[in-house]
């Protein structure tokens, strides 16, 4: 764990903090309402009380012996003895300062990318990780739960590693360094994992967000770090549908933000094949990540769109929470073409 | 052939070739430059579509170039000319119909003639050529000839008449041909169809300046090539006789026109029958000459040369000159036979004849008495010997004839000779009137000898000078004294005895020779016969004569379809011509001279009623058309005077237009986007 010297914030990370705060807090009461409060299963658990079933809820906690005697369906609820460290590894390469359509937000034309440039968190894949990650850090510090970031890449104005910890402080710290931090440089998720890893408490909670940008046989292997540690896995697979699906109307030069491959492109002739391999792509990252038994989340930022920007980073955030992974059925593409994400 | 643009300026739009170029760079360096998120994603793409790219991108740019290509070229009128096998001619509304009709056309092929091929091609033509057109006909052979009378409209009678045409033995002679059918369309111009196999050396240069007249008034000559496939014919060029071994030789040349080797039997036949067959190996297209030796003896006349051959027969025989050969005949008048033959007045002179008897001899000898004179016959008797005939005046007729017909007489004296009789009645044969006989020395005695012969008389030529000086040995004791003359261009004296009384005396009459020996021809009065130059003499006499040629009737050499011209002697009749069908042949008088024209080949005999043949013709059909091979390509002769007619002009602006759409659609297909990259630091 490293941690460089406290930063004087600037107004401008503040109001970040502020607004990823306001975020999450929605988010999170959104997660909270009906029936879909998380409840986590760990190793050991105690009765609390009965709750009144509702549909949705997991049967196997139904008390069949009330059931039995009254006619009313109940549910027993139950409380975890021990807090799970949780880390969240944010993966702020470049790539993530993309939004839709690659580049041609809004932005991206007004900044060009501009180092010391923080990103917008509504045009960018990197906005909609971050407050993904606030968001998660939110929920999991209001359950009590120990909640530490790992920024992979990015300059986060020193700050790239926060272990977990409990408390309102701890929580504090996160958001400013998600206020804070730039998409910068290369994430080499091979290397960063690895490392994150390595000095993981054992049987912690991971939850990675990344693009997932770079070969999957390079990095998919160093899940055995946490695996190897008997980490609960669960992998956010962003991207953004527009980009995938090259949505240019002309030829353009594309080039990458992170090590400047250029590649001049007619969109026309590569949408089928992009499609093809982007298929093969998801398949491949999700095979790779379930070998180590690990959750995989295919999340669409749909960055632009606000209104499906938003139900995107909640249902995301559920997903996550809930521990449902996307199946082997789920098209990336159909998931554009129907609106609703995957 | 050759390429050619009606709008060469045009062909500046090649430069829009450019533009698929100028395309192809600009379409790989978008200007907008986009930052990118998954180029993960796009490299995986680009490795997928490098594969297809490399065939497609470069080819796509072909297809561009050779587009653009050939719109200019389209655009451009490209028109593709060369060089077609007929002239390109048509609309004259005259059209003629030109068959040849010579004897090669009577070549087989298929089983059907060529003749009969042409004269189906030409009617198909004649039935094709739409209603209005002006037709002629003309068909040619050794002369043309015209099958309608102009140019009609109607072409039915035209088209029986072809087909009634029959094959001739004439030669090709289309300039004739050509000639009439330049008067017949009468300066207008016209297309003319020829139906001909072009066969032979000399048809079509013979030819060329007619055409060049014809093509020149603006009409054309379409040549419809008749020919065999390939060309076969065997045909005798030509027989002839010539000295040598045995009776000499007749030389056969066989020529071979087709493209394999061939063995054929032959055969030589002579006049008197006799034959000689032979095998003729020819190579292809190549002749042979082969030489036959004659038989010692043979009539003289006509003879054949034969080799058999299915592809052209009329051209299977050759006829030549065959002079009498081998053993002449000489007919031996005996005025004194006597009751032994050691006894008789020729005794001597029949074994200096024919020394190894008459088969084998060079001269063959007929003994007769003086009623055989009756049976002389210039046809077989060269030479008529009369030894010591006491009154040749019942025979005097027949011996004048004999010799005015260019026979020879010698007359030798003897004790039945009775001068004045031989001067009343032989007076215009003999080369002096005898006055009397004289003994010039006793009996026992030697006699008187001769002298010796000079070197400048002809008889004795072949004599050497010993031989000569033999001459001295012969003695005479008696002999005819003859009447005083005068060596002249007719008479002149052969030999005298020492003393200058003449002993042999030549004079010519007519065509024949008279010799006079003015001694005897047996023992009585000369030691002649007992000397060594006996019979060299008789024998040198006798050839001296002529003996050893043919009958004095003349030679002449004959064409199939042309005329013969024969001076003919100074007769009071008009001779006829027998043809080889013994038939009598049409003949005309010009002057001196009768004229005829053979019909076909063989012997043709020119004669007088009831006397002996004046002249034979031997008629052959023309060589060179035997030769059915093609030497000189009508059209090309043509294309030299006139290559426009010939030339073909094809536009292909609709082709190219047809390949630029189809070039275009190809691109349609093939033109789908292309991904290519460049990294930042290559784009640097």
């Known amino acids: ?342 | 052939m050759s390429l050619s643009l009606v709008a060469p300026l045009a062909l500046g739009l090649l430069a829009l070739v450019a533009l698929p170029i100028i395309a192809h760079i600009a379409r790989q360096k978008p200007k907008e430059r986009v930052p990118f998120g998954a180029m993960l994603l796009l490299e995986r793409v680009q490795k997928r579509l490098r594969r297809r790219r490399r065939i497609k991108d470069p080819l796509l740019l072909l297809l561009r170039l050779l587009m653009v290509a050939l719109v200019a070229l389209a655009i451009s009128g490209l028109q593709w000319s060369y060089q077609g096998g007929t002239p390109q001619f048509g609309g004259t509304g005259r059209v003629i119909i030109l068959i040849d009709q010579s004897m090669s056309m009577s070549l087989a092929d298929g089983g059907r003639t060529l003749l009969e091929v042409a004269k189906s091609e030409a009617d198909q033509v004649l039935e094709a050529i739409p209603d209005g057109t002006l037709v002629g006909a003309i068909v040619f052979g050794d002369e043309a000839e015209l099958l309608s009378e102009g140019l009609v409209r109607d072409s039915s009678r035209i088209r029986s008449r072809i087909a009634a045409l029959g094959p001739t033995l004439g030669k090709s002679n289309l300039r004739s041909g050509l000639l009439e059918a330049r008067r017949m369309l009468e300066g207008e111009p016209g297309e003319i169809y020829l139906f001909s196999d072009e066969a032979g050396p000399t048809m079509v240069p013979e030819a060329s300046e007619e055409l060049r007249r014809i093509v020149s008034g603006g009409s054309a000559v379409i040549p419809k090539q008749i020919r065999a496939n390939p060309p076969r014919n065997i045909a005798v060029a030509d027989a002839s006789f010539g000295t040598g071994v045995e009776g000499g030789t007749i030389d056969v040349r066989v020529s071979n026109y087709g493209p394999e080797p061939l063995e054929v039997p032959c055969e030589v036949t002579f006049p008197d029958g006799q034959s000689i067959p032979f095998f003729a190996d020819l190579p292809p297209e190549g002749e042979i000459v082969e030489r036959l030796t004659v038989p010692r003896a043979a009539d003289g006349g006509v003879g054949k040369a034969h080799c058999e051959d299915v592809d052209l027969a009329a051209d299977n025989e050759r006829f030549f000159h065959l002079p009498r050969v081998g053993a002449s005949s000489v007919l031996v008048v005996d005025g004194d036979p006597g009751d032994t033959p050691i006894r008789s007045e020729v005794y001597f002179l029949e074994r200096a004849l024919a020394p190894w008897g008459d088969r084998r001899g060079a001269v063959r000898p007929e003994v007769v008495g003086a009623a055989g004179l009756l049976s002389l016959n210039p046809e077989r008797h060269q030479v008529v010997f009369l030894a010591n005939v006491s009154d040749p005046r019942p025979y005097t007729p027949a011996i004048t004839e004999f010799v005015r017909q260019g026979g020879a007489l010698v007359v030798s004296m003897g004790t039945n000779v009775d001068p004045e009789r031989y001067n009343t009645s032989m007076s215009h044969l003999l080369p002096a009137s005898i006055r009397r006989v004289e003994d010039l020395a006793a009996r026992g005695e030697m006699g008187v000898p001769l002298e010796v012969p000079g070197t400048d008389i002809e008889l004795f030529e072949p004599f050497t000078r010993s031989g000569r000086s033999a001459f001295q040995e012969v003695r005479s004791r008696r002999l005819a004294m003859l009447q005083p003359y005068q060596d002249s261009a007719e008479v002149s004296t052969l030999l005298r005895y020492s003393g200058g009384a003449p002993a042999l005396v030549q004079r010519t009459v007519g065509q024949g020779t008279v010799l006079l020996w003015t001694s005897s021809v047996d023992y009585d009065w000369s030691s002649l016969p007992t000397q060594a130059v006996f019979m060299p003499l008789v024998q040198r006499v006798v050839g001296y004569l002529g003996a050893d040629s043919g009958g004095s009737a003349g030679t002449f050499d004959g064409v199939v379809g042309r005329s013969v011209a024969i001076p003919l002697p100074d007769l009071t009749v008009q001779p006829s011509v027998t043809g080889p069908d013994g038939n009598a042949v049409p003949t005309r008088l010009e002057g001196s001279t009768l004229v005829f024209t053979p019909n076909r080949p063989g012997a043709y005999s020119v004669s007088v009623e009831a006397l002996p043949t004046i002249a034979w013709v031997a008629a052959n059909l023309d060589a060179s058309e035997s030769d059915v091979r093609t030497y000189d390509d009508f059209a090309r002769s043509e294309a030299e005077i006139k290559p426009d007619l010939f030339t073909r002009v094809v536009d292909l602006s609709p082709y190219l237009w047809a390949g630029a759409l189809l070039l275009m659609f190809g691109i349609v297909l093939l033109g789908l986007p292309v991904l290519s990259s460049r990294s930042e630091e290559e784009a640097a």
């Open chain 1, 1 to 342: 764990m490293s941690r460089s010297a406290q930063p004087i914030w600037s107004p401008e990370v503040l109001g970040r903090v502020r607004r990823l705060h306001l975020v999450a807090r929605v988010l999170t009461n959104a997660l909270l309402q009906g029936e879909h409060r998380s409840q986590r299963v760990g190793s050991a658990i105690e009765f609390a009380d009965y709750q009144p079933y509702l549909p949705g809820m997991d049967l196997r906690h139904l008390d069949w012996k009330v059931m039995g005697r009254s006619d009313a369906l109940v549910v027993k609820r139950f409380e975890t003895e021990t807090q799970i460290p949780t880390t969240i590894v944010l993966d702020l390469s470049k790539d993530l300062a993309t939004g839709a359509h690659g580049g041609r937000s809004s932005w991206w034309r007004r900044s060009g990318a501009l180092p010391g440039e923080l990103p917008d968190l509504e045009q960018t894949k990197a906005g909609f990780a971050i407050q993904l990650a606030a968001t998660l850090a939110y929920f999991f510090q209001l359950h009590g739960e120990p909640v530490g970031l790992e920024i992979v890449a990015g300059d986060s104005s020193g700050v790239t590693s926060l272990p977990p910890r409990s408390g309102r402080h701890a929580l504090q710290r996160i958001f400013l360094a998600l206020a804070a931090v730039k998409p910068d440089g290369q994430a080499d998720l091979r290397a960063a994992l690895t490392r994150v890893g390595e000095r993981m408490r054992r049987r912690s909670l991971v939850m990675v967000i990344s693009d997932g940008m770079e070969e999957p046989s390079g990095w998919v292997p160093s899940m055995q770090a946490f695996a190897r540690r008997k980490a609960d896995i669960r992998f956010v697979h962003l991207y953004e549908p527009s980009e995938w699906g090259l949505d240019f109307d002309r030829a353009v030069r594309l080039f990458s933000p992170e090590d400047g491959v250029e590649l001049a492109l007619d969109p026309a002739a590569a949408r089928d094949v992009i499609r093809d391999i982007a298929r093969e792509y998801v398949a491949e990252v999700r095979l790779g990540i379930a070998a180590y038994g690990g959750l995989y989340c295919l999340t669409p930022c749909f960055v632009g769109d606000e209104q499906r920007r938003q139900l995107a980073l909640e249902y995301a955030a559920r997903r996550v929470i809930l521990g449902m992974s996307t199946g082997a059925d789920v098209d990336p593409f159909d998931a554009m073409a129907d609106g609703a994400a995957p």
